[in-house]
């Protein structure tokens, strides 16, 4: 998907196919298509000019034609447990977040897929949004390349693990996504492991049939209750692909890792915590290969849900592991800086006084007239 408010195309966009096209029009030769996504996204250089195997020629028309500019980071925060969170503008003026979270012998990225969602989850601030629209896939590489910046100027190791948890639903946003995750996986690109990039659904049925055919990755779904009632009073989603639908989709997935598809279920205190949910639960993941994170509710204001008791997540946890399913408790990272999904990009728009789509209105007008 390409924006297509600035008058420049954006050169992270940009596909194989597109960079071969854009060749052939100009008279290069079609191989150096695959050499411009190295430069891009193995050598990490964002510079056409310093790309020393392109000719001067095609170089200046790179710098002439297309935005070579990362996204503009408005606001970092860093959490006492070492993630930092990025509070980034897009082109056209919205925010959107990402979140780095460096650990021993890993860094993991948690990316936005969309600016908003359209999903409306009840324990969700992103779903409180609304959905602004998708974010490129030029837009969500260039998160991964902001966050390797970052960790290459401070001597820390680049981003090994990729997960769409940040705003959005990522499977609205699919085609973007599967260029994103074709990219992050190429060896001869960001050569991450399939293993290591995770995408994290509501549960969109169609959608994550064609994810398994077109790229391999690992699949979360977030569940968050087993009895369908209950779930789509939580998550509207449920109505259009109860359980049972999802259930039959997943035991038909191509299962990429060892511990096969991981469940996020959110621990929310006196919603979805009991006992009789952990039964239903096991019930459901019967036939399944499966590992549920266990995610206490990250609290935001004007929520009155909030986190179940610590004693409360043990028993839970302890019914699971009984049942050989691992079931490993997640705290979100970063708390202390509202790291969880949309927490960040809400508070800044409110902030500013900012209403989403006025933004992209008033910065559309502004590109019109030049600026
Ligand atoms: N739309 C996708 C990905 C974005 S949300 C999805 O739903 O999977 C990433 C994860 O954060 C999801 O499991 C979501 O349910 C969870 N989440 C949302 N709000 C949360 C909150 N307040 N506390 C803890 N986890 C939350």
Redesign the pocket.
Request: aromatic share 6%; net charge neutral; proline share 5%.
């Given at each position: 998907m390409k924006v297509t408010e600035s008058p420049l195309l954006y050169a992270y966009d940009q596909s194989l196919d597109d960079w071969v096209d854009w060749c052939g029009q100009r008279g290069f030769p079609k191989f150096m298509a695959k050499q411009l996504r190295e430069w891009i996204f193995a050598k990490r250089e964002k510079d056409p000019q310093l790309f020393t195997n392109i000719s001067k020629v095609a170089r200046e028309k790179l710098s002439e034609e297309f935005d070579w500019s990362l996204p503009s980071v408005d606001t970092i925060l860093s959490s006492e447990d070492g993630s930092e969170k990025l509070l980034f503008r897009t082109r056209d003026g919205l925010f959107a977040e990402c979140v780095v979270m460096p650990s021993e012998g890993r860094t993991t990225l948690c990316v936005s897929?969309q600016v908003g969602?359209r999903?409306a989850?009840t324990?969700?601030?992103?779903?409180r949004m609304g959905l602004t629209r998708s974010l490129s896939s030029g837009e969500i590489l260039s998160q991964v390349l902001l966050a390797n910046e970052k960790m290459a100027e401070s001597g820390q190791k680049l981003v090994s693990n990729v997960v769409?948890?940040?705003?959005?639903?990522?499977l609205d946003n699919l085609d973007g996504v599967i260029e994103v995750c074709r990219t992050l996986t190429d060896p001869k690109l960001f050569g991450l492991s399939k293993h290591r990039v995770t995408v994290?659904?509501?549960g969109l049925v169609p959608e994550i049939e064609r994810l398994g055919q077109e790229v391999a990755v690992s699949l979360?779904?977030?569940l968050?209750s087993a009895d369908n009632a209950h779930r789509g009073s939580m998550m509207p989603v449920n109505r259009k692909y109860p359980l049972e639908v999802l259930k039959q989709t997943l035991l038909e997935y191509p299962i990429q890792t060892r511990h096969g598809i991981t469940f996020?279920y959110?621990m929310i205190k006196g919603e979805n915590d009991s006992i009789a949910h952990a039964k239903k639960l096991v019930k459901f993941l019967h036939g399944l290969k499966a590992k549920v994170n266990l995610?206490?509710?990250?609290?935001?204001p004007g929520?009155p849900?909030e986190a179940s008791e610590a004693e409360r997540l043990r028993e839970f946890q302890k019914y699971l592991s009984d049942r050989s399913i691992p079931a490993p408790v997640r705290y979100?990272r970063g708390q202390d800086v509202s790291a969880?999904?949309?927490q960040l990009a809400t508070k800044r728009m409110e902030d500013l006084d900012l209403e989403p789509h006025k933004v992209a209105r008033e910065r559309k007008k502004e590109i019109r007239e030049g600026n």
């Amino acid at each position: 998907m390409k924006v297509t408010e600035s008058p420049l195309l954006y050169a992270y966009d940009q596909s194989l196919d597109d960079w071969v096209d854009w060749c052939g029009q100009r008279g290069f030769p079609k191989f150096m298509a695959k050499q411009l996504r190295e430069w891009i996204f193995a050598k990490r250089e964002k510079d056409p000019q310093l790309f020393t195997n392109i000719s001067k020629v095609a170089r200046e028309k790179l710098s002439e034609e297309f935005d070579w500019s990362l996204p503009s980071v408005d606001t970092i925060l860093s959490s006492e447990d070492g993630s930092e969170k990025l509070l980034f503008r897009t082109r056209d003026g919205l925010f959107a977040e990402c979140v780095v979270m460096p650990s021993e012998g890993r860094t993991t990225l948690c990316v936005s897929s969309q600016v908003g969602c359209r999903w409306a989850c009840t324990f969700c601030q992103t779903g409180r949004m609304g959905l602004t629209r998708s974010l490129s896939s030029g837009e969500i590489l260039s998160q991964v390349l902001l966050a390797n910046e970052k960790m290459a100027e401070s001597g820390q190791k680049l981003v090994s693990n990729v997960v769409f948890m940040g705003m959005g639903e990522p499977l609205d946003n699919l085609d973007g996504v599967i260029e994103v995750c074709r990219t992050l996986t190429d060896p001869k690109l960001f050569g991450l492991s399939k293993h290591r990039v995770t995408v994290s659904t509501v549960g969109l049925v169609p959608e994550i049939e064609r994810l398994g055919q077109e790229v391999a990755v690992s699949l979360a779904i977030s569940l968050h209750s087993a009895d369908n009632a209950h779930r789509g009073s939580m998550m509207p989603v449920n109505r259009k692909y109860p359980l049972e639908v999802l259930k039959q989709t997943l035991l038909e997935y191509p299962i990429q890792t060892r511990h096969g598809i991981t469940f996020e279920y959110v621990m929310i205190k006196g919603e979805n915590d009991s006992i009789a949910h952990a039964k239903k639960l096991v019930k459901f993941l019967h036939g399944l290969k499966a590992k549920v994170n266990l995610i206490p509710m990250n609290a935001h204001p004007g929520n009155p849900m909030e986190a179940s008791e610590a004693e409360r997540l043990r028993e839970f946890q302890k019914y699971l592991s009984d049942r050989s399913i691992p079931a490993p408790v997640r705290y979100s990272r970063g708390q202390d800086v509202s790291a969880a999904c949309g927490q960040l990009a809400t508070k800044r728009m409110e902030d500013l006084d900012l209403e989403p789509h006025k933004v992209a209105r008033e910065r559309k007008k502004e590109i019109r007239e030049g600026n």
